[in-house]
């Protein structure tokens, strides 16, 4: 029997893989016909999400914690779901064929130790339903592709499966095949679809993420040799030990210290990295064994108290002698890995000076490539950094902070700087991309710890709003650039103006998205961008100031392109027709939500975001 | 009407504010469904029925009277709150004479409780939990200038209904905007009645959010709120390309401004905890409402047991730290007075640098020069006169550059000493700045802008001396005189069909007495003449100022400044009155159109003319310390304007003396202006000024130049030198201009696709492309290796066996 | 003594296997090549057949192997000599410098 949420979980994943199947049986003249399947398994794979949300939320406001709070029990903590998992699953008469914990984990490749492991928290479903929306009016923005359809619809349904099954998997190799899968669609889809410069557009994308991807693939393989046998319940490590003395003809005891466990899953490699951080910074005293293997997490663990990440039963000195005798406990190590990882994810977010693919990708790809890409794959890199790069490596993540976050602040400047001298309105766009995930990083990287991590906290959900915040602006504003397209047939800046007369639909949905971009109180934009602003300053005066007057830059590129796009008169652009009912149906849902989440940030979204960023807060913030 | 009002009155208050917010929803969303129709109106059917509904091609009126109606509402219910909270907070004592309530907007984290297992002390403790609170709070200077913004607006909404009528009509001509090609064709457009009065009400909406909050965040969203406002209403006849750079000069200003407020903000998020004002006053000066003294201490030492610190005494600043009290109520009991030295709990004294102190008042000062168009950030606002007359008189004259004046107020007990020199040397420089440059301008509508900078500027140095109450007064009594100026001005801007240089404007006293007697009083008011409500403030300030002269004679800028500052006051408001109302017409085409605005136009003009006159009225009448607006006003002063008392005091000694000196300056003004224009006919040419003083002040002191060259050309300068450093641009020049896109673009571009520069080193997206160069040039020479020739291929063969069985031998050996 | 003459032969198949891959690469003619590939096969039948002489636990298999190998020389011969004659039917020479078709 299957639990209802691996079915649940697996139906979000998979729904458009079948719409893309489906796609297939369709004639091919009916291109309409597949046009409208699309959308409606897009839209099916966008209500499941919000069931999703539905049933994470009623999960989230059932448990209360230990002071009759709801939404902050342990219970809403990922890694606590899955130890709870961990020790269901060990138990003699698995129960729970209809749990609730959102934490699905069935063999996959055993010999490799690979599952497919998924797991629900805030910061992954918040951005699932981002991108099953996107992917949504992604589509009904495609009416107008005209050459393969079928293709087209394919890949787009294809990549929307790899994406939310990267935001979704908690098993690293799970993730690594879900994060290539979204790849290949997206080369495809660029190169085929594009423009004239596609192909040279594309093979940069390629070359450039795919070199993360290695970085990643070296990362995930580096973590493959960690033995984490002291991480995991005791029950199986005694399993592997009977069968190895079986096996070699020897006693238990004997093989007792030959026996390696090793595994992708991220919640236990987590374990290793905080473990490693607490050995590495002269804190190993505070290294303990848990008492139960689902024992539940603190939220604010007392300063230089007790760490509990061994499993139960574990003899803590030996453990932390068999840790420290492995490479992973090294400095080496840690940089290392992190720096791939780090770099891998870094491609895709972009930073500066890898986000040269960007520009190239935006300018090249059609209007609804552009929409995911910038709405649903850069957030892929933040994610990343979030989900795997600081929480495997936090201690290299905490000594590099202030250099993380100076490469966020490099990206907010210089983005803003080069978006400014562009004449390419997609361009122009694209660095505002750079500039706007700048706020992300150095939300990441804000670490402070002790008694007022709650800045760091701020920090980073400030950054996972600001994820949300730019992937409704900037597809938004990438689909405002298709408009105007269609129209002119140029993106040329200096050749534009006037739209404001004939347009006024069009200019008034604009200009929410336009001042939501810039960071306008009351839009989405502002909220992720204050709180980083603000936990940036505690992190570092020196790294807030120009984070700060960054928005003095902002203001001025998108009000400069404000100016050459809609003010004035121009007779080229005087006949043009307004938004079409499509249009503006697509758009709809972005401007509504620019002003929602800008009013209601907390009750819509961070209200069942922030456990989830408390509870990653709190295995780290602890540690220093 | 309101769930429990009783109990809470201030609630009122909260709905008065929402009323502009549905107002403008209301209209938005009315834009919305007509644009959304408008494509499908000649397919008939329920989409053409709901266009015409929404107004059809002409723009609908039934928006404005809509807004009209929800300002008036609102007004009523300001005056109901004023008149409430001045019954009852007389009484009531125990709310500390202000109604307030405010509830979580984001609070992140689980709230550590006492009790929770964890510990509350070591965790909890250091700092209070971090949420962003928003809330309202109504004392005597939110009531008053709630009242005052909600009124002045109404007036002004009423006044636009005739002011904008154009457009009202289906197709507008904008004769000062130009066809790029056809430059003498007027410009058509629709009207946008509803446009105007959408952006007009959410104006409105920010404004009074402003003046309700109880922290500096919301403040913060309502200062960017109005300062988007403006940008829409200066840019509202878009066709005209002055119109939009001086939106976007205003906004840029404004946010240069507000990176510094942010800045402030961060500060005081970091090291108090919280942005709501009151907290932070407590932190910072400990007593309710932050009455108590800032403590500057030197530290010695911090430990887990404790805080050790020497309060640090007299004028040995800057001293390295400020102490900050405890936040919550529980925690005052431990406070012990420490005059010499002490310990206290870590956890429950924290410690600020002192030198952030400062920049976190100064950073919040900068935002309220941005919005108020101080010196050095004041350029936008004689621009921002690019908008309709309204908006000038509404947001750039009575309320919105206010907002500077009145946080400055609010702020109060957060600055630091230094930081009030500050305030007042650029209030007084602004304040003469502007008043030397409205001398010799002639747009009507400029003059009234720099005289709007320089009156600011005389609040900001009656603040910054602390003068609280003679600072806000005369904010308020500004906001009334100020927007009667406008309207008047408007009213003459509209009789003579948009000429607002008062050049060609002469005579129309006779034409339009009614605005030429009201406009009378509000040059009167602001000149200073005695019982009208511009002396009642003024008074005071320069009572202040002359008190600090006695008293800190080193700083004789600051009384020397604004004595001259009234002189010219006068003298250019007469100026500009005689010009434009008396002697022969200039222009006497233009004047024979002329004849008085319609009473929709000129009932505003009386309502405000009367506020300017009696609006600071008391009894006695000649007593300026008796004005009942100032006696409000001064039940909200906070209590640490007693560190001001010195200066106030010997003001208050001399104040006979001050007021002779005052009225001495303002006839002296009116007497130079009276014997230049009101003597004898002037001509266009006499206006002008030709000496090279002169030059000097109509080039505005060369700012915009200078600004120019020192900040956004190198910027943009700048900013294209990156992106060229960036990326070379093939898109635009090399792609979309030599091959223009066809819409269909399937499978016939593959051929010409244009390769881009492959080493193009002068770029970094060029580096790093020649990495991907260097792989594939790699790849190439390794290529040549595989000649086909088998005999190279076997011999290679052999000699890597050779070789590797060499390297066994070596390394296993 | 017997480990001197396992030696001996093992040089001797060495010598075998040195000459033939120099035949292998220094000859232009096809026909030499392929002598080459037969005497670098004997070299190797030469040390199979002083393995199974000389080591008691490959006595079966050396000569099994042995065996094997000159099957294989046989069918690689005959594999060989018509790829040649094809070749010759080609490009009307033997010479493999000629036969450039494998460059990359």
Known sequence: MLEADLIWLTILIFLPTATALTLLLVPARAAEVMRWLAVFGAAGTLSVSLCVVVGYYLLLDSRLDANGRPLYSAWTRLDARADQAASDAAQPIPKALLSDDWIARRPWIEDFDIYYALGVDGIGLSLVVLTALITLTALMASWNIEQGVRGYLILVLLLETGVIGAFLALDFFLFYVFYELMLIPMFVLIGLWGGERRRYAAFKFVVYTLTGSVAILAALLAWHTVDVRDFVDQAEVQQRVRELARERHLSESDVDNQVRIHTFDLVTLSKVGRAVMLILSGQEHRLAARDHIAEQPVWNQVPNGPVKLFAPGVDVAAAIARLKAQPVCTPSFQYLVFALLFVGFAVKVPVVPLHSWLPDAHVEAPTPISMILAGILLKLGGYGILRLAVPLCPWAAAQLSLWIGLIGVVGIVYGALVAMGQTDFKKLLAYSSVSHMGFVILGLAAWSSGGTAQYWQWGVNGAVFQMLAHGITASALFFVVGVVYDRAHHRDLRRMGGLWEPMPLYCGFSAVLFFASMGLPGLCGFVGEFFVLLSAWHFSPALAVPAVLSVILTAGYLLWTWLRVFTGVNEATASFADLTPREAATLLPYVVLAILLGVLPFTLVLKWVDPAVTGWIANLAVLR | MIPGWEATPGRLYVLATAIPLVVTLLLALAGMLRGWVRPLRARGGVAQTLYWVLGGDVPLRAGAYLAVAGMTLTALLSLLGLTLFLTQTATADSAGGCWAERIDWVRVGPMVAPGDALGTENVAAALPALALQVGYRIDALTAVLFAMVAVVSLCIFVFALGYMDEETQAVVEDHEAQHQYHRHTPVRRRGRFGRFYLFLSLFCFAMLHLLIADNLFQIFVSWELVGVCSFWLIGFYQERPSASQAANKAFIMNRVGDAGFLIGIAIAWSHLGTLNLDEIFRRLRGAEGGAGEIRRVQVLSTSEAGLEYVVVTGNDWPAQHVLLHPLTEQKREVFRDATESATANLHDYTVMPYWLWLVMGLGIFLGCVGKSAQWPLHTWLPDAMEGPTPVSALIHAATMVAAGVYLVGRCFPLFAPEVFLTIAYVGAITAFLAATIALVQTDIKRILAYSTCSQLGLMFLALGLGGWTAGLLHLVTHAFFKALLFLGAGSVIHACGHVQDITRLGGLYRKMPITALTMLVGVLAIAGFPFLSGWYSKERILSQVMGLGLYQPEHILLWLLPLLTTIMTSYYMFRLWLTVFTGPPRDKQLHDQVHESPAVMTVPLLVLAVLSGAGAWGWPLWEVEASWLGQVLEKAQPAMVREFAAITERGHQYHTWTGIVALACTLVGAAAAYLWFGRTPVTAEQLQVRTLVGRFLWQKWYFDEAYEAIWVRPTVRLASGIAAADKRSTTVEAGIAAHPPSPDRSEETTAEEATPPRFDWGTLDGWLNSLGDAAASGGAAVQQWQSGRLRLYVLTLALTVVVLLAMLVVLAG | ?104
């Open chain 3, 1 to 104: 003594m017997g480990e001197m003459g396992y030696y001996a032969v093992l040089l001797l198949g060495a010598w075998l296997f040195v000459c033939g891959v120099t035949c292998l690469a220094l000859k232009r003619n096809a026909l030499g090549v392929l002598m080459g590939v037969e005497l670098v096969l004997n070299a190797a039948n030469v040390n199979l057949v002083a393995a199974a002489r000389y080591t008691p636990a490959f006595r079966l298999e050396g000569q099994i192997f042995a065996l094997l190998v000159i099957v294989l020389a046989a069918a690689e011969a005959a594999v060989a000599l018509a790829i040649m004659l094809h070749y010759y039917n080609t490009y009307a020479t033997v010479d493999v410098d000629k036969a450039q078709q494998l460059r990359g």
